[in-house]
């Protein structure tokens, strides 16, 4: 009996894992002929000065236009883009088109624009990740000085003396770094004060607790006091209502980010925001 129960579930996970395997395989089939395809776009998001009510820069999101499946998220598909090691292919392919559309607006009179970009653990972890970068900056003719690469703070944590030597070298080359979804992982100001960084991005789910939640208000005050002890730039992502603005403004916070302003966008509905709005030239109607 216990060896027909045994054959049982093993037949069970069997099963189930081989569904979940060819799963993965028809997915890993189908990213990699999007690729060739260009099924993959980018979406850009402003980020707010809250100080100027000036847009100073834009998030590069990416989005899979899957033939059959319509848009995927990131979060559907960069987990088995890391695991199958296609996320190489793909990360550098969204730095390259996310620098060559930036770069337009640019020339096109957004001449301040900056850009974001978000890399993943295996791209960060991979040894010819600086020279990926340098390379595609020569060739897409985009000012290091522009660029801030988003770096989750889990992943700077997992080994704080590889993240200290890149980021040194990222800082030679004169870009920038973010810390993203910070405060979810709960290092300390003795953790990141060795870590040359620019900017902290509060992790959306505590913005998305204000004005109700004092926890969430408390560690938002927290992470806004520690940027200002380091003299680095405190940032909100997941801004979607007036109440949630006041607040940050109120606190100094720096940077604002979120669906009150816009939700991400495609490239030529960006550029339709930014001179309809003409965000960049002018402040954003604040009603503080
Ligand atoms: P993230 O870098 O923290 O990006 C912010 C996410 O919040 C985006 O989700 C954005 O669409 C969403 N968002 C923006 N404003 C609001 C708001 O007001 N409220 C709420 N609830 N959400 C808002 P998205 O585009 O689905 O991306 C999710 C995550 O996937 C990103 O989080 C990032 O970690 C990763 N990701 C996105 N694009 C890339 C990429 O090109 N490469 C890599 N490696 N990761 C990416
Ligand atoms: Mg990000
Ligand atoms: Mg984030
Ligand atoms: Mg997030």
Redesign the pocket.
């Known amino acids: 009996r216990a060896k027909e129960k045994g054959k049982n579930t093993y037949e069970f996970y069997y099963n189930h894992s081989d569904s979940k395997a060819g799963d993965r395989l028809a997915l890993e089939k189908d990213m990699r002929k999007s690729i060739i395809n260009n099924d993959f776009e980018?979406?850009y998001?402003p980020q707010v000065n809250t100080h100027t009510g000036k847009v100073t820069s834009v998030?590069?999101?990416?989005?899979w236009n899957h033939p059959e499946k319509g848009v995927i998220?990131?979060?559907h598909f960069?987990p088995i883009?890391e695991e199958t090691g296609i996320?190489h292919e793909?990360?550098e392919w969204?730095v390259r088109q996310?620098c060559k559309q930036v770069r337009k607006w640019q020339v096109d009179g957004f001449a301040e624009l900056q850009l974001s970009?978000?890399?993943?653990i295996k791209?960060f972890y991979n040894k010819n990740f600086v020279s990926v970068i340098k390379d595609i900056l020569e060739e897409t003719k985009f000012d290091p000085k522009n660029l801030d690469i988003?770096i989750?703070e889990t992943m700077a944590m997992k080994d704080v003396d590889h993240a200290i030597h890149i980021f040194e070298q990222l800082k030679a080359l004169g870009i920038s770094i973010s810390l993203?979804?910070f405060g979810k992982g709960y290092s300390s100001l003795n953790h990141i004060k060795d870590l040359p960084i620019n900017r902290l991005?509060i992790?959306?789910s505590f913005?998305?607790d204000v004005p109700t939640n004092q926890e969430a208000i408390i560690i938002i005050k927290t992470i806004i006091a520690m940027a200002r002890t380091l003299n680095i730039t405190s940032m909100a992502?997941?801004?979607?209502n007036e109440d949630q603005l006041n607040f940050l403004k109120q606190l100094n916070c720096d940077e604002m980010?979120?669906?009150?302003f816009t939700?991400?966008m495609p490239a030529n509905k960006a550029k339709k925001w930014f001179e309809e709005h003409s965000y960049l030239h002018e402040k954003i109607p604040f009603s503080s």
């Open positions: 980018l979406y998001q998030e590069a999101l990416i989005r998220a990131p979060s960069i883009a996320i793909l990360g969204v996310a970009v978000n890399i993943s791209q988003e989750t993203d979804d991005k992790d959306g913005i998305q992502e997941h801004v979607e980010q979120g669906y009150y939700p991400p």
